[in-house]
């Protein structure tokens, strides 16, 4: 039975922390393999990656405990560091990140605390990726959007194919929309 988006998109407090449970969007704190066993398969889907919108604020409340498991709502402690990531960015410059992971002192399980501007298991930022989308929307080609960003042609059509596959379900997301009102003058 698949959850609905508020299930799977929650927000703790002022802190501008957003958990996204599903495991579609988890980002693993290692490496990840194909396991042949449904044990260890069922294991990764556990793995909860944590969006923050201030890392070094994040980094800071993690430090105080004040950050709490998205699956108990036990407090969260540092533990570690996720493996290095090559992101590439908008106007192609390349970067290293190495994400914090946390540990819940209740149930155990890890989680990644990533940086909001990038996306779990992908090596370009949201803002690359959201500009190929806008500029699918305009019209514009595949090829033309890939050489103009300086990402391989594939990735780019894998992006926009993936954004027309899952179209449905974000505007299904977003609530059904209400006609403008209008005032009687």
């Known amino acids: 039975m698949a959850a609905s988006a508020s299930e799977r998109c929650l927000v703790l407090g002022d802190q501008g922390v957003r958990v996204a449970r599903t495991a579609a969007r988890c980002q693993a704190a290692?490496?990840?393999a194909p396991f042949p066993d449904t044990a260890a398969r069922r294991s990764l889907a556990r793995w909860t990656m944590i969006e923050v919108f201030d890392t070094a604020a994040a980094r800071c409340a993690l430090a105080r405990r004040k950050l709490r498991c998205?699956?108990?709502g036990q407090a969260l402690r540092p533990w570690g560091r996720a493996r290095e990531r090559t992101i590439r960015e908008l106007?192609?410059?390349?970067?290293?990140v190495r994400p914090d992971r946390a540990r819940c002192t209740g149930c155990a399980v890890t989680h990644v605390v990533l940086d909001a501007g990038l996306l779990p298991r992908h090596s370009c930022t949201a803002d690359l990726v959201g500009q190929a989308l806008v500029a699918a929307a305009?019209?514009?080609?595949?090829?033309?959007?890939?050489?103009?960003?300086a990402v391989p042609c594939g990735t780019v059509r894998?992006?926009?194919?993936?954004?027309r596959r899952s179209a449905g379900q974000l505007w299904a997301a977003g609530g059904p929309r209400q006609p403008p009102q209008h005032s009687a003058s």
Do not use: E, N, S
């Not at 514009?140 to 050489?147: E, K, M, N, P, S």
């Not at 894998?158 to 954004?163: E, F, S, Y």
């Open 158 to 163: 894998g992006w926009i194919r993936r954004a």
């Open 30 to 32: 290692t490496p990840v």
């Open 138 to 149: 305009q019209g514009r080609g595949h090829r033309l959007i890939a050489r103009d960003l």
């Open 70 to 72: 998205p699956d108990c």
């Open 91 to 96: 106007g192609g410059a390349v970067r290293t």
